[in-house]
């Protein structure tokens, strides 16, 4: 979420309208909300709802805002009664009542303008307009025009003669999309008005620039909405988190002892197995050695064995014919656990101490995901158990398989999505250094998951710290 600046986005709003009739509850998008509620939700995936204001008069629209979570301001009638007050008076009318140093005007009406979209105006103002010396003192969103103009009598930018103008040598001509405004609150109150005298112009794409004024408006951005969603996503991901599940975000050695011993008949079920006694603590020493499962059945025998010590030595590079049929027992062991005894099953993933803040980073930012072996099933629900209540996007075992390594997973996503920066955060570092050669990529070891005793520390502050700057970058 955007938080470089005190920043309140309002969203002026009225039930009736000149030209189209209620046009704030036109259903829009696959699921058909009304047009307000597509904006409100635009907008929350890069700004808090604490920061998103509604000021309307009408009931209808202030239902919808609470639906949503994001807040009412009430606007009086007489600003919202057809064109009876100035527009000046509606800024002031609004603008006064929002506590915040900055206010950007968005309005409903452009459906098309993404998340994106928002947040490169909210950066640019940022960049641009907040600094001591700057020559900018606003923003608006614009579309550039290379085209071809003319008034009532004659061609305006060029001439329409032999000497013909190509277009890219026509003069810029900025078109005001009526998406964003961004101005200071004090400059809005004294101004009269949404911008200032000099504003920046954030250019967005030319969908973007879709005003709903006339319903032949409305029926052209409803028949672009798929092409629109197409392309939401990847223009989201300019910047990606990939998060490892099991050793930065949840412990799940617990879970590995428990199938193992039910695996290796050590324990009939899982009311037979001691979490807490020596073996498990022998077992559970060593699950930073751990690759594939077969893995399991040599650290169970050096247990045994009381070769624990020797574990890394005693463990050979590819498994015997008992630890392969050991390795299907301890998948078909995991199904049958999951299918019969699920919450039991899933209890045994711990969240790490301290890792909440990965769940809140999962919740706010869209563009934070998990990169696993484990089943997109487990990890939603271990998310849904623990508060996360957005669909988050998950690359499991399948997409593994897939790509045969979570390096060139991560490669096609970021090539994908046209990421330009990322950053891959996990407890193994083999893995993290089998990616050193994927370009926008910085790797960071989660050092408190599955680590030697030497190599482990705490990081995860400073991690998680580094995540979210470069996400509200």
Known sequence: MYKNYDLGVVIPVRLGSSRVSQKALLPVGPDN??????????????????????????????????DEGVK???????????????????????????????IAWVTCVVPLMSPQEYLQGFREYKEHVLPVNTKFDSLVSVNLLKEYFWDDDAALNYKATKEHTISQNLPNIYRVTNGLYMSSKENMLKNEYILGVKPYKSCVSKIAGIDIDEYEDYEIARDLIGIYKSNENKVLADKMVFLDFDGVIFDSAAEAYSVSMITSGKAENLNGVDINSDHAKAFLSQRYQIGPAWNYYYLLNAIDQKLIEQFPQYLPDQPGTEAKEFMTSFFAVRKNLRKNNWDNWLALNKLYDGSRGFLDLIENYENSCIVTTKD???????????GVSREVKIYDASDYEKHGCKSRLIDALIKENSVIKAIFVDDSYKHLEKCNWVSNLEVVHARWGYVAPDVYHDNKAEVLNKLTTMLQE
Request: hydrophobic content about 40%.
């Open 376 to 386: 997109r099933e487990t990890v939603q629900a271990l998310l849904k158990t623990n």
């Open 72 to 102: 009412i301001h009430h606007r009086e009638f007489h600003l919202a009664d057809g064109h009876k007050a100035s527009f000046s008076n509606v800024i002031v009318g609004v603008v006064k009542d929002i506590p915040h140093e900055h």
């Open 33 to 66: 909300i009304p047009l307000l509620a597509w904006k409100i939700r635009q907008l929350k995936k890069v700004i808090s709802p604490e920061n998103i204001y509604i000021s309307t008069e009408a009931n209808e629209l202030k239902t919808i805002a609470l």
